[in-house]
């Protein structure tokens, strides 16, 4: 079965940088949401979509932005990148939004 | 605010013997209740929920969790472990958004199971 692709799998910054964090949902998935794992730490909400509006909202820095687009693949921008940023970075996405979200592999980014 | 305990930072069981990994909650609303499992280096994998129904509800891999409303618990079991199942495994919950509850999932801090040979 297809799952939550998320791409890059690895990517590193230096501080200051910019970043593009992309997810494509399992077809046919109509909400997509971002979360922030930290080492050790347990994953933590950022955002989320639901037919290309922004439906939710976490706690995602004023430096972070992210949008849906038309074939509901969504993209999460990172910019002014600081060294706390670096985490594992999961997109999930689900049929509807009562529905159980499904989790991409993550990708993990390193800020230097 | 929705919240969710897991007491046991660790539990470390005997192959083939049953295991408990615990949680408790904390909604306004009605609970989405969800068990999650990352092995390292790796996404979470989603192994069942609780919506409303009974409240022992099956999943995968031989996993299954019992709903206690009135101990507002939500602990996750299998009778006979695996060497394999050994991972960390995350309860979540999650308001019901038709009552105005938020769709996004907060987690536990996690258990880290193993399962000893």
């Known amino acids: 079965a297809a799952g939550v692709i998320q791409s890059p799998r690895h990517l590193i910054k230096e501080k200051r940088e910019t970043a593009t964090l992309k997810c494509y949902p399992i077809?046919?998935?109509?909400?997509v949401y971002w979360y922030q794992q930290g080492p050790g730490q347990d994953p933590q909400f950022l955002i989320s979509?639901?037919?290309?509006?922004?439906?939710d909202k976490g706690s995602i820095p004023d430096r972070f932005s992210a949008q849906q687009f038309s074939d509901y693949h969504s993209e999460l921008n990172m910019s002014s990148l600081e060294l706390g940023d670096s985490a594992l970075y999961f997109c999930?996405?689900?049929?509807?939004?009562?529905?159980?979200?499904?989790f991409g592999p993550g990708t993990r980014l390193t800020v230097t | 605010a929705q919240s969710v305990a897991q007491p046991e930072d660790q539990v470390n069981v005997a192959e083939g013997n049953p295991l408990t990994v615990k949680c408790t909650y904390s909604?306004?609303?009605?609970?989405?209740l969800f068990w999650y499992v990352q092995y390292p280096n790796r996404g979470l994998q989603f192994l069942l929920k609780?919506?409303?129904?009974?409240?022992l509800v099956k999943g995968s891999y031989g996993f299954e969790a019992e709903f206690n409303k009135s101990q507002t618990s939500f602990h996750l079991k299998k009778p006979s472990a695996l060497v394999s199942d050994s991972a960390l495994y995350f309860c979540?919950?999650?308001?019901?958004?038709?009552?105005?509850?938020?769709?996004?999932?907060?987690f536990g801090k996690g258990t880290k199971l193993t399962v000893n040979p």
């Open positions: 077809p046919r998935h109509d909400t």
């Open positions: 979509f639901y037919e290309k509006m922004q439906s």
């Open positions: 609780y919506i409303t129904g009974d409240n």
């Open positions: 999930a996405s689900s049929l509807d939004r009562r529905g159980e979200q499904y």
């Open positions: 909604v306004s609303g009605n609970p989405y």
């Open positions: 979540a919950v999650r308001d019901d958004k038709s009552q105005g509850g938020s769709e996004k999932l907060v």
